[in-house]
């Protein structure tokens, strides 16, 4: 009964990954090994600041995927009380899993944790609010990672463990990202915006980004504005991304999309990548901008 347990936890957390799908692939494995990589070097801190945080995270895409050593990491973040807060039975799912998955340290590992019980943390499991996206359960990102150099790929496999967290679906983050940036974390526009999300100084300081370099809280920051910017306009995606490139007064004074040729071509380019007009929204963030009431108004 244990073992049948164990694999139905399994075969849940997988089928909510990438794993099953592509795993005889060697591009796919080769993007979880890196996956891995990436969250020890957040974990530890080795070459990039250390956000433990942002580890689970990655462990946590990685283990949906398949990863023995994602979810044998993950373990020992649970038992330490690293970056999660502790919980003994969690690591002694992740590590039960990884055993099964044939990892070599997992069985002493298990020792110091107690009994498998079948407790699961929330990221290996299905989410409830149909506006919060797994990092990959909206589209396939293989081709689109196979065509970039590695320094880029390591920032497509951020933006989309971190866009969830922020309730935005992955595809439409990497859409801004590639339209402002092309994923230059060094990028600096003539009107002072920066980074990967190229925030300029008051947005910046608007969403608590410190240092606007940093592609960890550069892209956390775009993220919460266009959070922000998705709640302000309901959902409406050609207004929130039009408000990301002029700002929501330009937006708003308008009532649409600015006539200005930037931002009638960044909506085009990202309306053509995420090809959807609607995206769910948290309206707890902020109150509804009136120019949404107009539109509806006008419509009828």
């Known amino acids: 009964m244990r073992m049948r347990a164990l694999f139905a936890v399994l075969l849940a957390v997988l089928a909510l990954g990438v794993g099953p799908a592509v795993a005889g692939r060697e591009e796919s494995r080769m993007e979880l090994t890196q996956l891995v990589e990436q969250a020890l070097a957040y974990e530890h801190g080795e070459g990039v600041p250390r956000d433990l945080e942002l580890a689970a995270d990655l462990y946590c895409d990685a283990a949906r995927a398949g990863s023995a050593e994602a979810m044998y990491n993950l373990g020992w973040m649970y038992a330490n009380g690293r970056g999660v807060q502790r919980d003994d039975a969690y690591a002694a799912t992740l590590f039960e899993m ?173 309306m053509e990548f995420f090809q959807r007009k609607d995206h769910p929204f948290d309206a707890s963030v902020v109150a509804a901008s009136p120019v949404v009431q107009s539109i509806r108004t006008a419509g009828r």
């Open 98 to 270: 990884a055993l099964f998955m044939g990892h070599g340290e997992a069985e002493k590992a298990r020792r110091f944790v107690g009994a498998y019980s079948g407790a699961a943390p929330d990221c290996l499991q299905s989410r409830a609010a149909g506006w919060v996206f797994s990092a990959r359960e909206t589209w396939d990102t293989q081709k689109y990672l196979a065509s970039l150099p590695e320094q880029k790929r390591k920032l497509v496999q951020l933006i989309t463990t971190l866009a969830p967290r922020f309730s935005i679906e992955p595809r439409l983050a990497l859409a801004v990202a590639t339209t402002e940036s092309n994923f230059d974390p060094n990028a600096t526009s003539p009107k002072n915006a920066m980074g990967v999300m190229q925030l300029i100084p008051e947005t910046a300081s608007r969403f608590n980004v410190r240092d606007s370099y940093d592609p960890v809280q550069n892209i956390k920051g775009g993220l919460a504005y266009l959070r922000w910017l998705l709640a302000y306009y309901q959902g409406n995606v050609a207004l929130a991304v039009a408000g990301y490139n002029a700002g929501e007064g330009a937006v708003d004074r308008y009532r649409g999309v600015p006539p200005y040729r930037e931002t009638q071509n960044y909506v085009r380019r990202i």
